[in-house]
């Protein structure tokens, strides 16, 4: 959950005025402290962030989405175990959360890759058109050993966004690895035409030419 931006530009300071001011009129609303708290993360002011965040939970235990903001500033700050608590927290009071399933899933990347996989694709089934998700789950799908489910990712997450080009590399590596060469062929011919200055598209022409001799 995000700031709503105050007319044309985001104003943080003057957000901040609002909602201090909100919250002076009623103590007691939560979302003011909430959206207080939001500016304040949005300045990098993480510690006072997180005091209004644990306010409004204070004004409302169910504020589920607070729990989740908190996780991401202590996801910035590095203390990721604290980070996966409160994400937990948040999908406790609502299972079909999008964002700390999301959220979740990421910090899982690298350390445990069927834990990443499970928490998107819960995230997948609540928002199946979000972008990069798909993306994600492909490359977890490849560390596990699941090409197949990879490749189906990878062009789910092509169906999403057709402009992410890095989609097609990954497919196409998959695909040459089973032997489907045109169609490696095809993806990687298609992740060079959308990335032109890819720092790797001279390797990926050299394999090209190869296989359409």
Same mark, same amino acid.
């Given at each position: 959950?995000?700031?709503?931006?105050?007319?044309?530009?985001?104003?943080?300071?003057?957000?901040?005025?609002?909602?201090?001011?909100?919250?002076?009129?009623?103590?007691?609303?939560?979302?003011?402290?909430?959206?207080?708290?939001?500016?304040?993360?949005?300045?990098?002011?993480?510690?006072?962030?997180?005091?209004?965040?644990?306010? =409004?939970? *204070?004004? /409302? %235990?169910?504020? @589920?989405? &607070?729990?989740? !903001?908190? $996780?991401? +500033? #202590?996801?910035?700050?590095?203390?990721?175990?604290?980070?996966?608590?409160?994400?937990?927290? =948040?999908? *406790?009071? /609502? %299972?079909?959360? @999008?964002? &700390?399933?999301? !959220?979740? $899933?990421? +910090? #899982?990347?690298?350390?445990?890759?069927?834990?990443?996989?499970?928490?998107?694709?819960?995230? =997948?089934?609540?928002?199946?058109?979000?972008?990069?998700?798909?993306?994600?789950?492909?490359?977890?799908?490849?560390?596990?050993?699941?090409?197949?489910?990879?490749?189906?990712?990878?062009?789910?997450?092509?169906?999403?966004?057709?402009?992410?080009?890095?989609?097609?590399?990954?497919?196409?590596?998959?695909?040459?690895?089973?032997?489907?060469?045109?169609?490696?062929?095809?993806?990687?011919?298609?992740?060079?035409?959308?990335?032109?200055?890819?720092?790797?598209?001279?390797?990926?022409?050299?394999?090209?030419?190869?296989?359409?001799?």
């Amino acid at each position: 959950v995000f700031l709503r931006p105050l007319g044309l530009r985001l104003d943080y300071g003057g957000a901040v005025k609002k909602y201090s001011d909100a919250i002076t009129a009623n103590p007691d609303d939560a979302e003011a402290y909430f959206n207080l708290a939001s500016a304040y993360k949005r300045m990098g002011k993480y510690d006072e962030a997180e005091a209004n965040y644990r306010i =409004a939970l *204070e004004k /409302n %235990p169910g504020f @589920f989405e &607070s729990w989740n !903001n908190i $996780g991401t +500033i #202590y996801r910035e700050k590095g203390m990721i175990q604290q980070a996966v608590k409160m994400f937990k927290k =948040a999908i *406790e009071i /609502n %299972p079909l959360y @999008f964002d &700390s399933h999301y !959220n979740l $899933g990421m +910090i #899982y990347s690298g350390s445990d890759w069927n834990a990443m996989i499970k928490e998107l694709e819960i995230a =997948a089934d609540i928002k199946p058109g979000h972008e990069e998700l798909n993306y994600n789950l492909g490359i977890a799908y490849n560390r596990t050993g699941q090409a197949g489910k990879a490749i189906k990712a990878y062009e789910k997450e092509i169906e999403v966004n057709p402009a992410y080009a890095s989609s097609y590399k990954n497919a196409g590596l998959l695909y040459y690895g089973r032997g489907k060469h045109v169609k490696a062929v095809s993806n990687w011919k298609k992740y060079l035409e959308l990335k032109p200055d890819a720092p790797d598209r001279e390797l990926i022409l050299k394999e090209i030419n190869k296989l359409e001799k």
